[in-house]
């Protein structure tokens, strides 16, 4: 049976050469106008612009929220410079300066460094455990907010660090309520 198949196929093929070929027609190719390179230059243009306005907004937008980092001198000083401006300060609580007002809920404080006193004004009822007036210990207080007009520093977030735990002890760092270690 398969040698029959080659037959019926050897004379189709045979056939086919006695029948004209039709002739395709050819494809025209479309014409090239100079309008192209135009068009892509507009576009490269567009793109480039929208590229430039993109990075300016990020970089704007990194400017105004940078958080400057400052000791309550070095914020007093620069003054003109980041009022206004989000500022994170560190300074040590004055002694008794601390106040607590109910209506409205709000504490009031001074920080110190160097011999410079600023009035830091924090309006929420809620502050850290640590942050408390203790005669006995100096607090440190790095609040973060922004500097007033009038001097005034209006933290939005106050971190106070722990008191410390050690006590100086024959030259050695010894924890509080604990014996020296035996020397080795």
């Known amino acids: 049976m398969s040698s029959r198949i080659d037959e019926d196929l050897a004379e189709a093929i045979a056939g ?23 068009r892509n230059l507009g576009l490269l243009l567009a793109l480039a612009v929208m590229a430039a306005l993109i990075g300016g907004l990020v970089l704007k937008s990194f400017n105004n929220s940078a958080v400057y980092a400052k000791t309550v001198d070095q914020l007093v000083a620069s003054r003109d410079k ?6 994170r300060v560190e300074g040590m609580l004055v002694h008794g300066s601390l106040v607590k007002r109910d209506n409205p809920c709000e504490y009031r404080f001074k920080l110190a460094k160097n011999a410079v006193v600023l009035d830091v004004r924090y ?8 942050f408390r007036d203790r005669p006995e210990a100096e607090v440190g207080v790095t609040a973060e907010g922004k500097l007033l007009r009038d001097g005034t520093f209006e933290a939005t977030q106050i971190m106070a660090k722990c008191p410390s735990k050690y006590e100086e002890k024959n030259g050695k760092k010894t924890p509080v309520g604990m014996a020296d270690s035996p020397a080795m």
Not at 123 to 130: E, I, L, N
Request: aromatic share 0%.
């Open 123 to 130: 309006a929420q009822c809620v502050v850290p455990d640590t």
């Open 16 to 38: 086919d050469k006695d029948v004209p070929a039709v002739a395709k027609p050819a494809r025209a190719e479309p014409a090239r106008t100079k309008a192209k390179p135009k």
């Open 82 to 87: 980041l009022t206004g401006r989000a500022v």
